[in-house]
């Protein structure tokens, strides 16, 4: 298996200095196009799914007080936690493939953290400016000006981060009710303190926090070295054609265009410049203020911030794109990448298994639960005519979207045991629970001691049957 990659701690001067506001500079390129795109579908994805309806009831509910999760067609009960484990299994061994493959693709693009964090930067642009006026206006003193700039800032801000929060428990309590307790001031606590809570968590991680989220909070960040290797596609320097560092004016060639030796130096013997020109604009849009000049680090959320950045330079001076750019180590030195390797094989195999699995299991199940519980107040009872009853509770669970009817029947050891009358038609409406009380008899001497008894109950308008072990208790 390939080595695993160090991943670069940059001195910042001392362990508890305290962390500088991070201004990042707004950038234009491919990849923040992509970014774009990428937030504003998981944001509409976000903000539009609670108001979808589907089969007349809110499309995505997590009914906690029900106990039922409704996502689209389907309803999970409490007995499909396995369903839940499966998911989480699924994410985990998702992140090892895609990091071990391609980096923190999740952090970049896709991360709650990092698109809320995109969002609030753009209102706070809106209200303050650009990179430079911002950092003006945050050493300026306070005054009118600086005042109206701040509030409405944190206006947006704020409404933001409150429909964020009613959104979020839109998920959990229908949408549309929760907005009409909340116009008419109706709200329950639990719902008010949810809402604030996620509101607050919103406005403080997007807008203060931001990348010492990522940097101190966040897990990821310190345990993704385990997970790189020399072939991973991680966002890279190259510092072969970039150093020495210098400024120049336009027109110098590019070192891709000077002719060299078959070691390597200019024909020349002449040291020349590379082809970064230490504008430190790559460090100015990154979002967690690193120099991706200093090598791979932690702090590195694979954004491209600074790949869109560093070509937009290049294509000013005429020199080839890629300076910056997204890479492996191996490809860096000349070496001969291998995208099919041992890590991403087994856990592209373990992936697909679960993936499988969940789909066929999710479609494949019973949608019919039943549960048989025998009365424990008395072992037996005795009738006047000699015969022996039993008395048992059938818990019965429709989690189809329509009403069945069922009936019981005994399918294995019932030789002179008869049900009683309200075992052959019982209803259960749709996604509901139904407890009936059953009786089964036995005539005089015909049962001696227990019995295994398997009970069937079957849906008389389907394919629907569940089977269900017992026993039954006779004279000793």
Known sequence: MSKQIPLKVVDDGGMYQSAPKVYPREVDGRFQRLRTIAAWLL??????????????????????????????????????????????????????????????????YACPQTVWTEVFIAMERLCEGDRGRQMKLDASPWNRDKLLRKGAKHTLWIVFALWTGFTFV??????????????MWTLGGWEWFWILFYAFATWGNAGFLRDQVCIYMCPYARFQGAMFDRDTLIIAYDSERGEP????????????????????????????????????ICVQVCPTGIDIRDGLQYECIACGACVDACDNVMDRLGYPRGLVRYATMNTLEH???????????????????????????????????????????????ELGDGAIENAYTFKIVNKDIVAHRYSVRILDGGDGLTLSANAADVKVEAEGVANVAITVQSAAG?????????????????DLRRTQKSRFFGPF
Not at 174 to 180: S, Y
Not at 450 to 459: I, P, T
């Open 335 to 381: 070496k001969t990448p291998h995208v099919v390797r041992p890590r991403i094989v087994i856990y592209g195999l373990i992936l697909l298994a679960l993936i499988g699995s969940f789909t066929y299991a999710v479609f494949n199940r019973t949608p019919l639960i039943v549960d048989v519980l025998r009365d424990r107040n008395a072992l037996y009872r």
């Open 446 to 462: 015909a049962v001696k001691g227990q019995r295994e008894v398997v009970f069937e109950v079957s849906a008389s308008d389907g």
């Open 245 to 280: 560092r210098g400024s120049r004016r336009k027109g110098v060639p590019s070192v891709l265009e000077l002719p060299k030796l078959a070691d390597g130096s200019f024909a020349d013997g002449n040291p020349k410049l590379g082809d970064c020109i230490d504008c430190t």
């Open 170 to 183: 839109g998920f959990f309590t229908p949408i549309r009710t929760l907005g009409l307790e909340v116009s």
């Open 43 to 108: 944001l509409g994805l976000f903000y539009l799914m609670p108001w979808m309806s589907w089969e007349g009831r809110q499309a995505v509910l997590f009914d906690l007080p029900a106990r039922k999760f409704h996502v689209f067609s389907i309803t999970f009960w409490p007995q499909d936690f396995v369903f839940l484990a499966m998911l989480l299994m699924i994410a985990a061994f998702a992140l090892f493939f895609f990091t071990a493959l391609a980096g923190r693709l999740w952090c970049g």
